[in-house]
Nanobody, 124 residues
Framework: QLQLVESGGGLVQPGASLRLSCAAS????????IGWFRQAPGKEREGVSC????????IYADSVKGRFTISRDNAKNTVYLQMNTLKPEDTAVYYC?????????????????WGQGTQVTVSS
């Protein structure tokens, strides 16, 4: 059974960068479509990015395109989310999970095997 643990969140100023990690155990991360989701206070959880299990194709929400990069290190069994040029509206709890819908579209991402989440706060 795949288990996921996120880390790397924190409090940063606008324009800064963070790299989130999603460490997998119990199975091999590249056998799964892995997505990053986020939930801001008072808002629904939303898909941010996803990496396909096969050739590693990636998709991004429009709000983060060009600023965030998802990647996978098979040797470390870890998926990363590099976040650059952070904005206050990126403030949220970030989760990684298996996407049930095969990383086809951001709008249809549905997670399972959720991690516990990591808080990202962007504030001056």
């Amino acid at each position: 059974q795949l288990q996921l643990v996120e880390s790397g969140g924190g409090l940063v100023q606008p324009g800064a960068s963070l790299r989130l990690s999603c460490a997998a155990s119990g199975s091999t991360v590249n056998d799964y479509h892995i997505g990053w989701f986020r939930q801001a206070p008072g808002k629904e959880r939303e898909g941010v990015s996803c990496i396909d299990k096969g050739d590693g194709e990636t998709i991004y929400a429009d709000s983060v395109k060009g600023r965030f990069t998802i990647s996978r290190d098979n040797a470390k069994n870890t998926v990363y989310l590099q976040m650059n040029t952070l904005k206050p509206e990126d403030t949220a709890v970030y989760y990684c999970a298996v996407d049930r819908n095969f990383c086809l579209k951001i709008a249809t991402m549905v997670g399972k095997n959720w991690g516990q989440g990591t808080q990202v706060t962007v504030s001056s």
